[in-house]
C-alpha cells in the first residue's frame, strides 16, 4: 500500500445524527490491493475512489460497521417481497464504472428525493469530475451494478469484490421506482452475488440507531457488527 497522507477532519455538525457533531480520519492512497483494503475493511474502514475513511469521534461511537454471514443469512418477508417483485423485470448489468449524463441525473435525483424527504444535505448537479473521483477512479477493479426497467436506467450500485467477500460502496435509485423497494433488491442481489462466488461476508458499510438512512442495514439478517476491541461479534438475528 502506498499512503500518501492522513488527516482528521475538524469537528462539524453530523451528517448522519444532526444533534451531534462528528469527525473523520481520512487516509489518502496512492495505491492499495484488494487484500490490503479488505484488512482495512475489516477493522471498519470504508472509502470512495483512493480516499479511505473512519469515524473518529472523541465520544461517539453510534456508528457501527455492520456485515452479513452469507451463509446464515435468511430474508425476511418484505426482503422476499421485494425479490418477487423485481427478479423478473429488473435486468441487473454489471460492468466497468464510467459517467453517464442518465448516471448523473438519477444520482441528481435521488439525492434532491432524499433532502426533501430525510433531510439530507442539499447540493447542486453533481460535477462529472467528481463523479469519477468518488465511483469511477478506484486503486482497484471496482464492479458498477446496473439496474434497468425496460431501457430506463432505475438504479446504480457500486461494489467491491474482495478475497473475504463484497463490499456495497454505495447505491442510488429513481425515486420514482421506490415503491419496488430497489435498495433492498440490490442488498439481496448482493447478497445472492457473494453466495454464487463463495464469499463468506457482504460488507454494508456502517449501521446508525437514529439515522433513517441506515437503519435498514440491520434488516439483513442475521449480521454483526464490529466492537470496540476489534472483534465482530452477533448483531440481530432472526
Not at 41 to 68: D, H, N, Y
Not at 121 to 148: A, L
Not at 197 to 203: E, I, K, Q
Request: glycine share 10%.
Amino acid at each position: 500500500m502506498e499512503s500518501l497522507f492522513t488527516f482528521t477532519s475538524p469537528p462539524s455538525r453530523c451528517g448522519y445524527l444532526p444533534d451531534r457533531e462528528w469527525q473523520l480520519r481520512y487516509e489518502v492512497v496512492g495505491r492499495i490491493t484488494p487484500a490490503e483494503y479488505m484488512a482495512r475493511l475489516k477493522e471498519g474502514w470504508r472509502r470512495f475512489g483512493f480516499s479511505l475513511f473512519r469515524p473518529a469521534c472523541e465520544t461517539c461511537r453510534m456508528c457501527q460497521s455492520i456485515r452479513v454471514p452469507v451463509a446464515g443469512f435468511r430474508p425476511d418477508r418484505s426482503q422476499k417481497r421485494a425479490w418477487a417483485a423485481n427478479a423478473g423485470e429488473v435486468q441487473l448489468v454489471v460492468g466497468p464504472p464510467a459517467v453517464t449524463r442518465a448516471k448523473l441525473d438519477l444520482y441528481d435525483k435521488f439525492h434532491a428525493f432524499q433532502h426533501d424527504v430525510k433531510g439530507w444535505p442539499e447540493h447542486g448537479p453533481k460535477n462529472p469530475d467528481d463523479y469519477i473521483e468518488s465511483f469511477v477512479e478506484n486503486p482497484f477493479v471496482t464492479q458498477e451494478w446496473c439496474y434497468y426497467l425496460g431501457d430506463q436506467l432505475v438504479g446504480v450500485g457500486y461494489v467491491d469484490r474482495l478475497p473475504e467477500g463484497l463490499s456495497a460502496i454505495y447505491f442510488f435509485y429513481d425515486p420514482a421506482e421506490r415503491d419496488r423497494s430497489l435498495g433492498t433488491f440490490n442488498v439481496l442481489s448482493v447478497i445472492r452475488a457473494a453466495a454464487g462466488w463463495g464469499l463468506p461476508h457482504v460488507y454494508l458499510g456502517y449501521y446508525v440507531e437514529g439515522c433513517r438512512s441506515l437503519e435498514y442495514k440491520a434488516r439483513f439478517g442475521p449480521n454483526e457488527v464490529l466492537g470496540p476491541a476489534g472483534e465482530w461479534g452477533p448483531f440481530r438475528g432472526r
